[in-house]
């Protein structure tokens, strides 16, 4: 989970570990932060046991501790220019940009009326390391029990090369 910007808006990101399912909230402002964190993971992830996220001050702040702590979910820091822990999300948000200037450019408007049109075409798309549309693997369409052994797998063979 991360903080992306563009233009002069702010959204929450989510990336599921295993289907690669995006979420995208727009925050009109950091009042309602928790709110909107809780809501992501009760009814968008809500088996979620792993948060990973950066160190900013939103994912760290007391408040969303206590949200952890009562959802039972461990909160996992990326060190500062950890590519292998934090680097998947920050690849997302620079696939998001690409997606939306290219949708920007077809429907002569710009990337930042665009970005839920990329967000939704992102998760539409086969993802490299699954080989199967996030959507449907999270939405479980097609009945995909191997996908978390599948990543699992290629993981460890990132490691060990």
Do not use: W
């Not at 233009?7 to 009042?31: H, P, Q």
């Not at 077809?106 to 665009?114: A, F, G, I, P, R």
């Not at 390391?129 to 097609?142: A, D, I, L, Y």
């Amino acid at each position: 989970m991360d903080i992306f910007h563009i233009g002069n808006r702010t959204y929450i990101t989510s990336m599921c570990r295993y289907s690669k399912y995006l979420l995208m909230r727009e925050m009109a402002d950091k009042v309602n932060t928790v709110d909107t964190l809780e809501e992501i993971l009760t009814l968008t992830y809500p088996d979620c046991r792993n948060l990973q996220t950066d160190n900013e001050s939103i994912f760290t702040s007391i408040t969303c501790m206590l949200l952890y702590r009562r959802l039972h979910i461990t909160h996992n820091r990326a060190p500062t220019a950890h590519s292998t822990s934090n680097g998947s999300v920050e690849r997302l948000h620079i696939k998001l940009i690409e997606i939306a200037g290219t949708l920007a450019k077809q429907n002569n408007t710009d990337s930042v009326t665009e970005i839920f049109n990329a967000a939704y075409e992102y998760t539409r798309t086969i993802h490299s390391v699954t080989k199967q549309k996030p959507v449907e693997v999270f939405f479980n369409r097609k009945n995909y029990p191997e996908i978390k052994q599948l990543i699992e797998k290629k993981r460890q063979s990132f490691r060990i090369s």
